[in-house]
């Protein structure tokens, strides 16, 4: 492993060399001082950085509604995206700000669903524990579905508050209005909206030891995007989440359920920025077989990948170097390989030519123009989140168009219209890096599709991998997905990816230590996906917050 | 009983639309006008993409380059209008044509990034687009630049807007980020699709008051705002417990809450016949929804974010890249002629539509004239040219802002050199920061003399962004 400070300073000392700060001016006093910052100081020292509240993102709402009421869920108006910090995820706790238009829709959807919570028989009996709509049935329901709404058992001054709002509402309308108007009621409050960390107890002078519900919450939300289940909940109430074996065993049973594939996936989609598929126009004359339905397969077939390497034991370097797939007939033509028996069947793909997931359609037609791949597309995706390293963008002026051939000169290669195009030494500061990786690819034309050549001309995938602690020449994409997936870098980063994720914004200076044992457990454990996760939330820290002002 | 807005008479009111759907039914509203003194001032944003080709746009008067001067509009001939304007030709008596105006936080943001001496994002069209509302300083993120602080409509809506209303909508599109922000780094909430934003809208539109006793599912209508009043007061409990960024967070939700108890509980009927019909171009779909929500006075701040729109709209061929191939290249001195003139029709055509909304805007009568004649209507784009210039950008306020603005005049502000960014030269005029101190005064907010920031360095020269644009009124 190698610290992350180092990573920065590595990272912005190759930028200096290379001249990559060149458009901004000195960089005397950034990067680098920031990089001081995070500096592990005392590897055993606990110390955790900021736990902002975080609101439900849309996923989160929609996961916790269906689990929350069951039954049938109908349609509620969709929100206003969570997805507006480019490089970040959709949990960042600063993105997830109420608007006025989130808390109209909310409105409208928790009448609605106030709705379905009586009219639906599946949802009723989850929601109402009784069948004698009296005033003794109505408190029951209260404190049920107040706990599970709020994640924890009401307090005294809540329960009364709210059987107080159900009485009222039996009295002067019906039971079932009672209960509908209850329910909307609480899906429109802070406890159900937010998740708020405010009970627990002093850990030591600086930190507050999270309550049983409150770390249960935290487990479900990082693990399945939702709210904790009912054995969760349970185990919360018991007491039975003090010990690290405790909170490991449910980690793996939350692990164990579709719930944390979905999540895994949403991750990956994040991370990785699986979406930008679905927006790419392929020319048409040369790419007939791109449409809606190869967008979106190529998408599924990347998450797929992911998902079966991840649970089956899968490490950071599968991610890179497994030539397992899993295709439909739209892929299975992409990649030239017969039909499969059934849709999704797995097949392997050849590995001298696919193997990673750099190597599939979902990342090569994603990061490219319609006519062609884009090397400086695909190479600053490798930087930026493969290895964690900020970009600078062009500057201002710089000529970001698709290079052109000229009509009147001989057949060219898309290598060579990009390897002209940044030739001036005002470019090659950052694209000597950024295209050593980017050039990598050139085995894939626009939509994905494998050339050995180009024009009549042999296509040159010939590159040399700067920065990734591994640093080597190779050829081809699947040689440089080699170099990757052993790559301290990348394995890095992926640690302090998911570090992100699951606190749901950047790394702080007071997290360095933490992420640089997430990162060594990573390493120590072979780069085992699953029991990354197991580490982040089985480290002190997880059970921690800081005492803030309040 | 008089009932509030809800679900239940929206869907009625949606499931009905289809048999009407086809024609706008302009609203008109006999018992406001009636009792009305005078109309509200509105304001309507319009914003396109690209910027301009200066010499397709301006209508300057020859030689007078260094001089501050204005002419009136009202004798110009359809072909004495620039190529680009002269689809709003029919508009010439409520149209100022503000030329000579220069972004200066844009030019400052590049000084800025090289003194923090970190790896800020210099993009003209990303700091372009942080800036345009914002006028302050971009908010650097890791990637990317965005705006750093609320943008002039939240600013002005929440002036302006009224309890249990919409304080402002953003309505339409993305070019690369957001423009209109809530906070740094927050864009505020946008609607990209009519429809939807229509329901939105319609969700704070009473419906008629019905006679006779009240049905189980109007108590529980009724019942809505005290189903927000019961969560909102759940706040209270929980405010105490957080941190100051998170109180305060949590907080504009419960002020939201609140707002929205108001608008639910609002019944007093308005008159006022909102409808909406999901045909035309989208642009234009959005310019007849914003003139319904501006004349039931739902909102009084609309911003609409044009669609990038593509190559068959304005005539090229779909393989073209607007971005790449056309805009880059309509240098006019430098860039190639399909550059050129695919990037002044792009911008006729975007003029066709900002007429439209004038032309609805302009058919609403109210107290003073008419929708129109009490709004500031602001056509601005991210940037001045598809090359990234950010001197002379074009805008165009039509209305009168009820009585603020002196419409029918092109005006024209004088040049001067100064040095920008990796020391070239550029000339510009007055900063163009200061038209979102005009349209804070043109809405009533006389007492700001700054939105954002009030002074930018560049170059050495210390540029004053205080006060409003000179001439305008």
């Known amino acids: 492993m190698i610290h992350t400070t ?62 929350l009421l069951g039954g049938n869920v109908p349609q509620v108006p969709e929100q206003p995206s969570d997805a507006v910090l480019e490089g970040s995820f959709e949990n960042d706790a600063q993105s997830l700000g109420p608007s006025d238009v989130r808390i109209a829709r909310y409105e409208t959807a928790a009448m609605t669903l106030g709705e379905h919570a009586v009219n639906d028989s599946t949802a009723r009996n989850r929601v109402v524990p009784c069948a004698t709509a009296d005033a003794d049935c109505g408190r029951q329901f209260v404190e049920s579905f107040g706990k599970r709404a709020f994640r924890r058992p009401l307090t005294e001054a809540e329960l009364s508050r709210w059987v107080d709002f159900f009485e009222s509402q039996r009295v002067s309308i019906d039971f079932d209005a009672a209960v509908q108007l209850t329910v909307a009621a609480m899906l429109q409050t802070p406890q159900f909206l937010y998740r708020l960390e405010s009970e627990g107890s002093a850990a030591d002078a600086n930190h507050i030891e999270l309550s049983q519900h409150e770390l249960a919450s935290r487990l479900s939300y990082f693990l399945w995007e939702t709210m904790p289940d009912d054995a969760l909940l349970a185990a919360a109430d018991a007491g039975e989440l003090e010990t690290d074996t405790q909170l490991e065993e449910q980690a793996r049973r939350l692990l164990a359920d579709r719930r944390a594939r979905d999540a895994v996936r949403n991750f990956h989609r994040q991370w990785l920025y699986l979406d930008r598929v679905l927006d790419e126009d392929k020319v048409a004359e040369l790419f007939p077989m791109w449409g809606p339905q190869a967008r979106a397969s190529a998408k599924e077939e990347t998450l797929r990948f992911i998902e079966t390497t991840f649970f089956e034991g899968g490490t950071v370097e599968d991610l890179f170097t497994s030539n397992l797939a899993y295709v439909d007939d739209v892929m299975s033509e992409l990649y030239d390989i017969p039909a499969p028996s059934e849709p999704w069947a797995q097949v392997e793909l050849d590995p001298t030519e696919r193997a990673g997931l750099l190597s599939r359609v979902a990342f090569l037609a994603g990061f490219a123009h319609e006519a062609n791949g884009s090397p400086p597309l695909r190479g600053v995706f490798v930087m930026e989140r493969l290895l964690c390293e900020p970009r600078p963008s062009p500057p201002a002026n710089a000529d970001t168009s698709v290079p052109e051939p000229d009509p009147n000169a001989g057949p060219v290669t898309n290598r060579d219209l990009f390897e002209e195009r940044v030739a001036p030494s005002a470019c090659q500061g950052c694209h000597v890096r ?7 690819f050139e085995n894939y034309d626009a939509a994905g599709i494998f050339r050995s050549e180009e024009n009549g001309l042999p296509v040159d995938a010939s590159g040399f991998a700067n920065g990734i602690g591994n640093d080597a020449a190779y050829e081809g994409a699947v040689e440089l997905q080699n170099l990757l997936g052993q790559s301290e870098v990348v394995r890095d980063c992926v640690a302090k990816q998911w570090f992100t994720y699951a606190n749901g914004r950047p790394m702080e200076p007071a997290d360095t230590c933490q992420v640089e044992a997430i990162q060594a457990e990573l390493e120590a454990n072979g780069g085992d996906l699953v029991e990354l996760l197991v580490s982040i939330v089985t480290r002190p820290e997880f059970r921690l917050r800081t005492k803030g002002e309040s | 009983m008089s009932r509030s807005p809800f679900i239940i008479d929206r869907r009625r009111f949606l499931g009905t639309l289809g048999l009407t759907a086809g024609s706008l039914m302009l609203p008109s509203f006999p018992g406001r006008r009636a009792h009305a003194q005078s109309a509200p001032k509105r304001l309507v944003l319009f914003i396109t993409p690209h910027g301009t080709v200066p010499g397709r746009w301006h209508m300057r ?43 200066m936080v844009t030019y400052a943001e590049e000084y800025r990034v090289a003194d923090l001496g970190y790896a800020g994002d210099v993009n003209r069209h990303h700091i372009g687009q942080a800036h345009l509302l914002t006028n302050t300083w971009a908010f650097q993120g890791a990637a990317t630049a965005r705006g750093g602080a609320h943008s002039i409509d939240q600013e002005i809506g929440n002036a302006v807007g009224q309890p249990g209303r919409w304080n402002s909508r953003v309505y339409g599109f993305n070019h690369q980020h957001a423009y209109n922000y809530v906070g740094a780094n927050q864009p505020a909430p946008r609607e990209q699709n009519p429809q939807a934003a229509f329901n939105d809208i319609l969700g704070l539109a009473p419906a008629p008051s019905e006679a006779g006793e009240p049905s189980r599912a109007d108590m529980l209508d009724a019942a809505r705002a005290s189903v927000l009043d019961m969560a909102s007061e759940e706040f209270a409990t929980v405010l105490p417990k957080l941190s100051a960024a998170d109180r305060e967070k949590l907080e504009r939700h419960r002020t939201l809450v609140r707002d929205l108890e108001v608008g639910v509980n609002l019944s007093a009927p308005m008159g006022c016949d909102p409808s909406f019909s999901a045909q035309g171009h989208v642009i234009d779909q959005f310019s007849r929804l914003t003139t319904m929500a501006l004349a039931c006075d739902l909102t009084r701040v609309v911003t609409l974010v044009t669609q990038d729109i593509p190559g068959n709209e304005f005539g090229v061929s779909p393989g073209i890249d607007m971005h790449q191939d056309i805009a880059h290249s309509s240098d006019e001195n430098s860039g190639s002629s399909q550059g050129v003139e695919g990037m002044t029709e792009y911008n006729r055509v975007y003029a066709e539509h900002f007429a439209y909304l004038l032309d609805q805007l302009d058919s609403v009568q109210e107290a003073g004239g008419t929708l129109l004649d009490n709004s500031a209507v602001v056509w601005v784009s991210e940037l001045g040219t598809g090359t990234h210039e950010i001197s002379r950008v074009p805008n165009v306020i039509a209305g009168g802002a009820g009585g603020y603005f002196r419409p029918g005049r092109y005006v024209h502000y004088p040049q001067s050199a100064l040095t920008v960014g990796w020391g070239h030269q550029a000339q510009v005029g007055p900063a163009h920061e200061r038209l979102n101190v005009s349209l804070m005064h043109a809405m009533g907010m006389t007492d700001r003399n700054y939105f954002g920031l009030e002074q930018v360095s560049i170059g050495g020269q210390t540029i004053s962004l205080r006060d409003p644009v000179p001439r305008l009124t």
Do not use: M, W
């Open chain 1, 6 to 67: 180092r990573l920065l300073v590595v990272a912005s000392a190759i930028a200096l060399l290379a001249g990559c700060e060149g458009l901004i001016g000195d960089a005397e006093g950034g990067p680098a001082r920031a990089a001081e910052a995070f500096l592990c100081q005392n590897p055993n020292a606990i110390t955790v950085g900021s736990s902002p509240v975080r609101r439900l993102t849309n996923t989160e709402y929609e996961n916790t509604i269906r689990d």
């Open chain 2, 61 to 103: 008067q020859p030689g007078r380059d260094n001089e501050e001067y204005d002419y009136s509009l009202s004798g110009l001939s359809e072909s004495q209008f620039s190529q680009i304007l002269r689809p709003l030709h029919r508009h010439r008596d409520k149209l100022l044509i503000v030329d000579g105006l220069a972004r």
């Open chain 1, 434 to 440: 950024i295209d050593g990786f980017g050039f990598g």
